[in-house]
């Protein structure tokens, strides 16, 4: 794994802009895995501008997500649709039929994710962008998940309902089921550009790291895939062997 500690977030942000600018400016067709989340705001505000000031064009390409919650309709603003939307997809030309993410509506839920994988196999990713979670998950794949599963549904953790309590106007508002991709279809991924952000996710930094390889640590999962990259700032990096 390759590993760029900065000193603060707009930083982070800078360089994460610099591994996805080497995709979008290489490839004009390219397929990026996105992530919702605090941590990727300033990279898709980073995108924003560089289309804006410099033209960058997403006609072509395509983007498909990790995750989505159950229940929520893509004009709820809590959903990660919603959340798409406002944070990049309307700030770039990207067409709007080209960007994927599981229906948090659908009601067969084996056979959205059935057809959830099936797009992600017609879409190799040539990146997919991730945060982490404090207690190491992926998307919404809490620890226990096992690595050879593709696109299924879960239900959240009582601390993930908790961190995420804050978007809510309450904790019983937090859907307590989502959809996400699994840890395999994760790493189909050409690149992986994985985000840590704030002293609270050190720990989780450290094992994905250094700890071992297990699915009681999803992130660590990221240890086998030959082309990962880290960038962190320096609290979440704090941990970590220097
Ligand atoms: P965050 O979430 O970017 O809001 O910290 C990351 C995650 O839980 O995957």
Not at 74 to 101: A, G, W
Not at 105 to 133: H, K, S, T
Request: glycine share 6%; proline share 4%.
């Amino acid at each position: 794994m390759k590993i760029i500690i900065a000193k603060d977030y707009e930083q982070v942000s800078e360089r994460a802009w610099e591994v996805m600018r080497e995709v979008v400016y290489g490839k004009k067709d390219a397929v990026l895995g996105l992530a919702t989340g605090s941590t990727p705001i300033g990279l898709y505000d980073k995108m924003a501008e560089d289309h804006r000031r410099n033209g960058t064009s997403y006609r072509l390409m395509r983007t498909v997500n990790l995750d989505e919650y159950a229940g929520l309709s893509p004009e709820n603003d809590q959903s990660y649709r919603y959340f798409m939307n406002e944070h990049l997809f309307n700030r770039i030309d990207v067409q709007k039929q080209n960007t994927f993410i599981e229906n948090g509506l659908a009601e067969d839920e084996a056979a959205e994710c059935a057809r959830y994988n099936a797009i992600l196999a017609q879409l190799p990713r040539d990146i997919q962008v991730l945060g982490i979670g404090a207690n190491g998950h992926i998307a919404f794949n809490e620890p226990g998940t096992p690595f050879d599963w593709e696109t299924h549904t879960v239900a959240l953790t009582q601390n993930t309902i908790q961190m995420n309590a804050r978007f809510f106007k309450s904790e019983s508002e937090v859907p307590r089921r989502a959809f996400t991709m699994g840890p395999k279809n994760i790493m189909d991924a050409k690149r992986i550009l994985i985000i840590a952000v704030g002293a609270n996710k050190a720990e989780a930094v450290r094992g994905m790291v250094e700890g071992a390889v297990t699915p009681d640590l999803p992130a660590s999962i990221l240890q086998r895939h030959p082309d990962c990259t880290l960038v962190a700032d320096e609290a979440a990096a704090s941990l970590l062997k220097k």
